[in-house]
């Protein structure tokens, strides 16, 4: 089982940046890969970032260049820093951990909106 628990979300005006974090509940050395995603009302949940244990990152091309995704593992979190906010950026972000066993975990989500 792990927990995971957003934070950093909020009202940012257009061209702003935010900074999310994602505290999980053990150790992130033995989670193989964390992501951030979003869901827009009446879209599909995406990906946004992702990195492995290994540093490895991915980027969907909507945010490449303005996002950056890393992890502190004395802290045992993820972050998902965000700049140059867009509109289009509004959502609810989710952490997601998947485990050596396949396993996917959700945190609860946090708002992000982009508005001025």
């Known amino acids: 089982q792990v927990q995971l628990v957003e934070s950093g979300g909020g009202l940012v005006q257009p061209g702003g940046s935010l900074r999310l974090s994602c505290a999980a509940s053990?150790?992130?050395?033995?989670?193989?890969?964390m992501g951030w995603y979003r869901q827009a009302p009446g879209k599909e949940r995406e990906l946004v970032a992702r990195i492995t244990s290994g540093g490895t990152t991915e980027y969907p091309d909507s945010v490449k260049g303005r996002f950056t995704i890393s992890r502190d593992s004395a802290k045992n979190t993820v972050y998902l820093q965000m700049n140059s906010l867009k509109a289009e950026d509004t959502a609810v972000y989710y952490c997601?951990?998947?485990?050596?066993?396949?396993?996917?975990?959700w945190g609860q989500g946090t708002q992000v909106t982009v508005s001025s």
């Open positions: 053990k150790s992130i050395f033995t989670i193989p890969t």
């Open positions: 997601r951990a998947r485990t050596l066993a396949g396993l996917l975990y």
